[in-house]
């Protein structure tokens, strides 16, 4: 993600299969990172149109819910708000106004 936030694509294919490659040899590794994985590679290595890029991380991000429900898998994604990352991607927004509106709609 940060390869891809910096605009340095040519490298993530690599990563990719450097992880893959890691995670092969590791025992219980995420589910999150196989999906983002898979999505990095479906997407932005087959050079899809704007609009499936849209449409598969709307994908991802239902994707990524289903797995938030995992209570090994939330833990991981305590640390960075991936479904505002999400909804700033689909809907053209920064991230930080995203997670500044969730914030602001949260009870807490």
Same mark, same amino acid.
């Given at each position: 993600?940060? =390869?891809?936030?910096?605009?340095?694509?040519?490298? $993530?294919? !690599?990563?990719?299969? !450097?992880? *893959?490659?890691?995670? !092969? =040899?590791?025992?219980? =590794?995420?589910? +999150?990172?196989? &999906?983002?994985? %898979? @999505? @990095?590679?479906?997407?932005?290595?087959?050079?899809?149109?704007?609009? #499936?890029?849209?449409? &598969?991380?709307?994908?991802? *991000?239902?994707?990524? $819910?289903?797995?938030?429900? %995992? #209570?090994? #898998? &939330? #833990?991981?994604?305590? %640390? @960075?708000? +991936?479904?505002?990352?999400? %909804?700033?991607?689909?809907?053209?927004?920064? +991230?930080?106004?995203?997670?500044?509106? *969730?914030?602001? *709609?949260?009870?807490?």
């Amino acid at each position: 993600m940060i =390869h891809y936030e910096l605009d340095n694509i040519g490298i $993530i294919e !690599s990563i990719i299969r !450097s992880s *893959k490659r890691y995670l !092969s =040899h590791e025992e219980g =590794h995420y589910q +999150f990172e196989t &999906a983002i994985m %898979d @999505f @990095f590679r479906n997407t932005i290595l087959k050079g899809v149109s704007s609009q #499936e890029w849209t449409e &598969a991380l709307v994908q991802l *991000k239902e994707q990524v $819910i289903e797995i938030q429900k %995992d #209570e090994y #898998e &939330a #833990e991981m994604l305590m %640390d @960075f708000d +991936f479904i505002s990352w999400c %909804d700033s991607k689909i809907e053209n927004r920064s +991230f930080i106004d995203v997670v500044r509106e *969730k914030a602001n *709609k949260s009870p807490n």
